[in-house]
């Protein structure tokens, strides 16, 4: 189990957190978003995506990696993200922010739609190298959680699971829900066995998910 200063990949040196730091300094800005799998972009860059409930702090850690406050939009509305927004990292890395799930309120036919729309771009996107699965460190796991970690098990896509809003529990808090959830990742073929706790409002873990996702990136 690692915690906020930890990552799941261990090992970071002080060269691997200053790669991750240089990549994430380059120029992001969102160029695309689809709402069906007809109008994905073309695979060209490394890609990782952001998966999560509706309110998780999915736009607040997009905007926490890149040092930037309203690189992908936050909402007091759960549910806004209705489509995959991509964004260009310095032509190394593509970020994905995927619709937010749990909340939507929208027709089933729409969700749907949506849902589908996931389902073929995890399984056919041949450039997506990761998921971060984030989840509220105050409630841990939920059924629409496992529900996309078993989607990303069946389209093989590794992920991670990412604890987000860790400075709103107590460490002992903390402590447990990342018990619980590196337990429930062990039936889940796809995960990563450890898991990343992170705060987008103190920085905690951000150096670290930096230097993780930096490995993944393009070297052109």
């Known amino acids: 189990m690692t915690t906020s200063s930890s990552s799941p990949i261990s090992g970071f040196d002080e060269e691997a957190l200053e790669a991750g730091r240089l990549l994430f300094a380059k120029e992001c800005d969102f160029i695309w978003g689809a709402q069906t799998a007809e109008q994905l972009p073309e695979a060209d860059l490394p890609e990782v995506a952001f998966a999560g409930r509706s309110n998780v702090g999915k736009s607040s850690l997009v905007n926490a990696l890149t040092g930037r406050k309203t690189l992908a939009r936050t909402s007091n509305t759960p549910g806004r993200t209705q489509q995959l927004n991509f964004f260009n990292l310095g032509n190394r890395l593509k970020l994905v922010d995927m619709p937010g799930y749990g909340y939507a309120k929208e027709s089933k036919e729409k969700i749907e739609l949506w849902n589908d729309m996931v389902r073929r771009f995890l399984r056919g996107r041949v450039t ?3 998921a971060l699965v984030l989840v509220d460190s105050r409630h841990g796991l939920k059924p629409n959680d496992e529900e996309i970690m078993t989607m990303l098990d069946q389209a093989a896509v590794p992920y991670v699971v ?4 860790s400075d709103k529990v107590r460490s002992q808090e903390l402590a447990e829900v990342s018990k619980r959830t ?3 990742l062990k039936k889940h073929p796809a995960a990563f066995p450890e898991i990343h706790a992170t705060s987008s409002e103190k920085g905690q873990g951000i150096a ?5 996702l930096a490995q993944l990136a393009s070297l052109g």
């Open 208 to 212: 670290e998910l930096r230097a993780s």
């Open 128 to 130: 997506l190298r990761r």
């Open 162 to 165: 990412v604890l987000t809003k």
């Open 182 to 184: 590196v337990a429930a």
